[in-house]
């Protein structure tokens, strides 16, 4: 495992000595690649992806945060399904991730038997406890908690005939505390070390489902990962005057559990923290980014949008108010001044198999790149 780690980590940091595109797409390909299996719960997924991102923090000059090591662990329930996940329906064998999910909270089942209909959407094997949905959209996600049943989805636009028999042999494993933790690093600021910039990104996302279907999470959040990344990198090379932290949080897909639990165990001082900017969904932009809590600090957010202006970075920065939709949002709750951008348009593809580094276009990350570190410059006065 640790020549592949290495093997990886050498390929991802040749190009390092810019930010610039190349560098991102080999990161995106690096962390979305088979080995980090969905960065998930099983095959060591996030495991292998907290090492790989700690082996480059290490290598920017980044130090860790807590002055030991880089990961901060925490634990939490999670179901997974490691082993086998075969349904066949109407006697077909489908293909997991294309022709069906099974949603991340359901029990492992082996068996077959008749459906009977109950809607236009749902069918029950009694005999078995499985029930079957049609869906307009396949969209999976991670669950704390165990169903005593199945729950099938299949893709509507698949099924050219309604569902009456199912033969399934599914296999979950519930991990009652999944260990993992939050990376987190720091570089000292020049002039006054107790002022902070935080930029964070989840590094987790739904890992595999079976043992032949992962989900690769590229633009969710191997684009936010690389974006901070970027900016450690930078910063590594040009400390500020401000100390700048880097946190990349575990967790998140299962409800924003890695914030949550740094804000409950600071490694900083949250009273310290100047401003923290939240990336994630980093991989388009072609329509600009939106801004959420924009409404909430409207100081930063004119700041932010005149710095767009003047550099010309992006055709739109729209504001939003609060939400809490992405990891800014307890330490919004904590009384930390903070923005969750995303970047809107081009691809749709969202927590589902399609989400891949050959189709993500990165058509923006160089400008926003930019658009943060002038904006950094902006929060510290450097203007």
């Known amino acids: 495992m640790k020549l592949k780690l290495l093997t990886l980590f050498l390929f991802a940091t040749q190009f390092t000595h810019a930010q610039d595109i190349k560098f991102a797409r080999k990161m995106v390909d690096t962390l979305t690649s088979k080995y980090f299996w969905g960065r998930g719960y099983t095959n060591d997924g996030m495991g292998k992806a907290a090492d790989f991102i700690s082996a480059q923090l290490k290598s920017y000059g980044v130090k860790p945060m807590s002055g030991k090591t880089y990961l901060q662990d925490f634990s939490y329930p999670v179901n997974t399904f490691p082993g086998k996940v075969d349904v066949a329906i109407n006697g077909v064998a489908l293909v997991p991730g294309k022709d069906f999910l099974v949603t991340p909270d359901s029990k492992g089942v082996k068996g077959e038997g008749k459906l009977t209909q109950q809607d236009s959407t749902h069918f029950i094997d009694q005999a078995n406890r499985i029930i079957v949905t049609l869906e307009n959209k396949l969209t999976w996600s991670s669950e704390q908690t165990m169903l005593d049943y199945t729950v099938i989805q299949l893709d509507k636009k698949l099924q050219t005939t309604l569902p009456q028999t199912i033969k399934a042999d599914i296999e979950n494993k519930f991990n009652p505390s999944f260990k993992t933790g939050n990376i987190c690093g ?47 990198k930078y910063y590594g090379e040009h400390p500020q005057p401000y100390t700048v932290a880097f946190i990349f949080f575990a967790g998140e897909e299962a409800g924003l559990l890695g914030s949550k639990h740094f804000t409950e165990h600071p490694l900083i001082d949250l009273k310290n923290i100047r401003f923290l900017i ?106």
């Open 278 to 383: 939240n990336l994630d969904l980093e991989g388009t932009g072609i329509e600009g980014i939106t801004v959420v809590n924009a409404s909430v600090f409207p100081k930063e957010f004119a700041l932010l949008k005149q710095v767009n202006e003047k550099g010309n970075y992006l055709v739109k920065v729209d504001s939003r108010g609060k939400a809490a939709n992405s990891d800014h949002y307890f330490f919004s709750e904590k009384g930390v001044p903070a923005f969750f951008m995303y970047t809107l348009g081009g691809i749709k593809a969202y927590h589902d198999i399609y989400d891949i580094s050959a189709t993500l276009p990165l058509n923006e990350y160089e400008d926003m790149f930019n658009l943060l570190l002038k904006f950094n410059d902006g929060l510290m006065g450097k203007r």
């Open 186 to 232: 720091v570089v000292k600021g020049t002039v006054k070390p107790d002022s902070i910039i935080v930029f964070t990104a989840h590094y987790d996302h739904l890992g595999g489902m079976g043992s032949k279907t992962y989900f690769p999470g590229a633009n969710d959040n191997a684009s936010g990962v690389t974006q901070v990344l970027s900016l450690a």
